[in-house]
């Protein structure tokens, strides 16, 4: 793609933060700003957020060719999913100040189904090609037991079937939107990235002693995840299990979710081989990862989304539940292990035998770090999503004829009025 694009992505997270869904969208950001290749013309990437605190500046530059700008929908402090729902149309409004006129975007981005909502119904009154990314499905989160707003799963469907292209990070995902009613020519695959520089298989690690280390990083300690982790190290003897993830270290004392793994790992006879991290910094997370023998992402239904990735990146096998997005990066008996959830029997001894066998180890790690760095380079995703972005211009119908997505067949974009109206107006009117 040689001539430069005015790219909009929407989100409703504070960018300043390490949400991994904010983490995601600021590094994409910053990638569809660099050139693909040598004689392109950089595009201009703006990321419209929410405003989440007062003394937040309205624009920010995230790196050459990328900003981030923030508007004001309800009161500027985070807010749960079903009040977030409630400044959709204060969303929709600052967009449409912003895109009027010379601002007006090449292509609109959403991420999030409320993103969605707020960006969709502005980009169909502009004509601009509207895409949508999920970060995650009601379904799935209803499926296991977590409150889901009541609108949630109906309006996934809708916004769907109404943009002109859907990218799910999984195949997983993908499947799941075409059981909602998504047409299955629609969806692209475009997986997160991981930065290769930041995590790589070189550089300083944190202390640690002679026992083999296993390490999880989860962004939440109730997920089921950790707990299987826990009871796995009674059958991984002489090995221990670092946890990151949940509030700070120095919180953890007084965490719910902490205690009653502690007191599991303490029934179990294992709590002097548990060491709870916290929420570790992400500058700092390659330093635990170089400490790992194994990674172990055993969530039974929301892994983390880059844990694999970025362990991979290190240099450590990952033994995975084969769920999401870990299901397509981890390739079984190659750069790691697919094992069922919530074994932790069959699990242990998955990980003894390959703590045990040195050289097929060695030889996972080399693979994993190569997947990594080729497969999932925030350089690549972003080819991968202008591609995408590509077929829906008014100049490139035979391309859009070709698909979505980078491996699947696409319908060409619906017209603004043929669309289904539902998104736009369900919470913005």
Not at 258 to 283: E, N, S, T, W
Not at 301 to 330: F, I, Q
Not at 340 to 366: K, S, Y
Not at 405 to 410: H, I, K, M, T, V
């Amino acid at each position: 793609m040689n001539c430069s694009l005015n790219i909009a992505l929407v989100s409703m997270s504070a960018l300043s933060g390490e949400h991994p869904q904010a983490s995601v969208v600021r590094e994409l950001a910053c990638a569809l700003a660099r050139p693909v290749r040598d004689g392109d013309r950089r595009n201009h990437v703006t990321v419209y957020a929410r405003r989440y605190d007062d003394a937040a500046r309205e624009r920010t530059r995230l790196g050459p060719g990328a900003a981030l700008r923030l508007l004001d929908a309800g009161p500027p402090r985070p807010l749960a999913e079903h009040d977030l729902v409630r400044h959709v149309r204060d969303m929709a409004d600052g967009l449409r100040r912003r895109w009027s006129g010379a601002g007006r975007p090449d292509v609109v981005h959403a991420h999030g189904w409320i993103e969605g909502l707020a960006a969709c119904a502005v980009a169909r009154e502009l004509g601009v090609p509207f895409v949508q990314s999920y970060h995650g499905l009601g379904t799935v989160e209803r499926r296991a037991g977590r409150p889901v707003h009541p609108a949630r799963v109906r309006l996934e469907a809708a916004l769907g079937r109404g943009a002109d292209a859907v990218l799910a990070g999984s195949e997983q995902e993908a499947d799941a939107l075409v059981r909602l009613g998504v047409p299955r020519p629609k969806i692209g695959v475009i997986p997160y990235g991981v930065d290769g520089e930041h995590f790589s298989q070189a550089g300083p690690t944190l202390p640690h002693g002679d026992r083999s280390r296993l390490v999880t990083v989860c962004r939440d300690l109730a997920d089921g995840g950790v707990a299987t982790a826990i009871r796995t190290l009674v059958n991984v003897p002489g090995a221990e299990l670092a946890v990151a993830g949940g509030p700070a270290r120095r919180e953890l004392e007084h965490d719910p979710a902490a205690h009653r793994l502690r007191m599991l790992a303490k029934r179990l006879h294992v709590a002097d081989r548990v060491i709870f991290m916290g929420r570790m910094p992400r500058r700092s997370l390659p330093k635990l990862l170089r400490t790992a023998r194994l990674a172990l992402c055993l969530s039974p239904d929301r892994p983390e989304p880059r844990a694999a990735l970025e362990a991979m990146a290190c240099g450590v096998p990952v033994v995975t539940t084969p769920v999401g997005g870990n299901a397509d990066s981890v390739l079984d008996h190659i750069t790691g292990l697919h094992v069922p959830a919530e074994r932790p029997v069959e699990i242990g001894r998955a990980v003894r035998r390959l703590l045990a066998e040195e050289t097929t180890r060695h030889a996972f790690a080399i693979a994993a770090a190569d997947r990594a760095h080729s497969r999932y380079s925030w350089e690549r995703i972003a080819a991968e999503t202008l591609r995408a972005y590509a077929r829906l211009l008014p100049d490139a119908e035979p391309e859009r004829r070709r698909g979505a997505g980078p491996e699947r067949r696409a319908e060409p974009a619906v017209p603004a009025q043929a669309r289904e109206s539902e998104p736009a107006a369900a919470l913005t009117s």
